[in-house]
């Protein structure tokens, strides 16, 4: 018997049995606040020191949630996993990104203070962390997955992804990742994505509508859900390749039940006239993009 157990079950065994001391009933009421009983046992017995929530927060909070930090205390233990995934994953993406949080978990909370920050969200907490700070590269280009230093999501963006009847929809998109390939003359550009209340979605809706079957091969790299080849539904608009700047037919688009997004394209590369040409024409677009209307997300580790 560990020495684990064996505390748990002298705790019990006192409750039960000492007079004057509350019940299980009322330990479990008090358990996040300050009274007696088996809660509050179990908060001074197991959840102290490190292993504390508040002084978990503080700790990440002096280092800035960085993301490879909380990756490794929650391969730590099952109990600092249990925090990760509880309190401290949700703490590091509301910090790092708290506008495009805000419009995911919709109007009950608009990041100012005046409401408590989501507990839930649509995927889970460490699938949307994971998604803000890690690229899932291609795993069929042998490019592998990575910690990016820097990411964007723009709205602006994931509207070219979306198809002329689900308009209406909003999607958070990146920038693509570039990476070059061994004995490829383009470089492939690797981008993921959320939606906002998928469920409730156009994009949803057509999929079922048209009986798209989920892809047998392929899984969500964030949350491991199974997934929509948006390719084979023939839902990828032409403005996707012309916002990626990539040769039509040379794109890879996938959506999961829970509404995380990733793909691949192989990207053009310019040449000189055409990038002069693009500086001279494509300013009014650029400004667009970049616009303060816009609710983009800029993420850094």
């Known amino acids: 018997m560990s020495e684990g157990t ?10 039960s ?10 330990g479990r009421d008090g358990r996040d606040g300050d009274g007696g009983g088996i809660g509050a046992a179990r908060g001074s017995g197991v959840n102290t020191g490190i292993l504390d929530e508040h002084v978990l927060s503080l700790v990440f909070r002096s280092i800035n949630w960085d993301p490879q930090a909380v990756c490794t205390a929650s391969c730590v ?3 600092l996993r249990a925090v990760a995934e509880r309190v401290l994953w949700r703490e590091l993406c509301i910090s790092r990104a708290p506008r495009m949080v805000a419009s995911l978990a919709g109007a009950a909370w608009g990041g100012g203070g005046a409401a408590p920050p989501p507990r839930r969200i649509v995927g889970g ?3 949307l962390a994971k998604m803000l700070f890690f690229c899932c590269g291609a795993a069929g280009s042998g490019v592998p997955g990575h910690f990016t230093r820097m990411s964007r999501f723009s709205k602006t963006s994931g509207r070219s992804f979306l198809w002329r009847r689900c308009r209406g929809d909003q999607l958070y998109l990146s920038d693509p990742c570039e990476h070059a390939v061994a004995g490829a003359a383009d470089d492939l550009g690797a981008y993921r994505g959320v939606f906002r209340g998928f469920m409730r979605s156009r994009t949803r809706a057509c999929l079922v509508g048209r009986q798209a079957a989920l892809d047998p091969r392929v899984r969500c790299p964030y949350c491991g859900a199974r997934v929509w080849s948006m390719v084979a539904a023939g839902m990828v608009p032409r403005t996707a390749w012309r916002r990626l700047g990539c040769l039509e037919g040379r794109l890879e688009y996938y959506v999961c039940v829970s509404g995380h997004l990733h793909g691949n394209c192989w990207l053009a590369r310019l040449t000189s006239s055409e990038g002069e040409h693009d500086g001279d024409s494509g300013s009014d677009s650029d400004a667009s993009t970049q616009g303060g209307s816009d609710d983009d997300g800029h993420v850094a580790l």
């Open 6 to 15: 064996r505390n748990t079950r002298q705790l019990y065994g006192s409750s």
């Open 17 to 26: 049995s000492g007079g004057g001391g509350t019940g299980i009933g009322e």
């Open 77 to 79: 233990s099952r109990r």
């Open 125 to 127: 907490w460490p699938a």
